[in-house]
């Protein structure tokens, strides 16, 4: 895709001798939002860590905005544009919330999303301001670990299981909160099991299965397929 955002062909990617990633491709135009799904340990997070950096790829491309970021720092990926929401959050404990949005904010050019903007998406979070990020609940956490993930600013927003171990009402609100930034432009790949779900609201899906990518396509063709769905997905 001539206009992508970010792009991956053929990335291959190992922790130490063992192979993880086999020629992952995939892209995000500007304004869209993709999924990569799968089961639990075909190389989701480890196509995350190889964009951001964390585990550098051995071999492929990585181009976001046009330009290689193989073999860039983490920091330097984040400084392009990208904002990652980990597996697991990783806010800072023993900051507050608000304190916790203003380390990681960035002011870019085009850039809209301040403390403000933050707060009228995720009310809870103002709400909680001065508590410190260890005495939030769980969906309290993602939800600071979006806001401050687009505090950065970011050209593309990345999540890593966005809604794993969340209680119902708490994915809702998350599913509404990415169809709003949806909608707002940023472009978005996320990371979830909640195919139905995201059937709803992503443009374009991939597969994934032992470190490749199995099968791609829009939303109402991964709907008419339960075949599919049932063989990678286990739904």
Known sequence: MS???LELDGVETCYGLSQVLFGIS???APGEMVTLMGRNGMGKTTTVRSIMGLTPARAGTLRFLGQHIRGLPPYRVAQLG???VPEGRQIFPNLSVRENL???AVKRDGGAWTLERVYELFPRLAERETSMG???SGGEQQMLAVGRALMTNPRLLIL???TEGLAPLIRQEIWRCLARLKESGLSVLVIDKNVDALMKIAD???LIER???VWSGASVELAANPDVQHRYLGV
Do not use: P
């Open 26 to 28: 995939l892209s995000i």
């Open 204 to 206: 374009r899906h991939f």
């Open 102 to 104: 203003v380390a990681t």
């Open 211 to 213: 470190g490749r990518v």
């Open 82 to 84: 990208i904002g990652l």
């Open 160 to 162: 890593d299981e966005a």
């Open 3 to 5: 206009d992508a955002i």
């Open 134 to 136: 260890n005495q939030l």
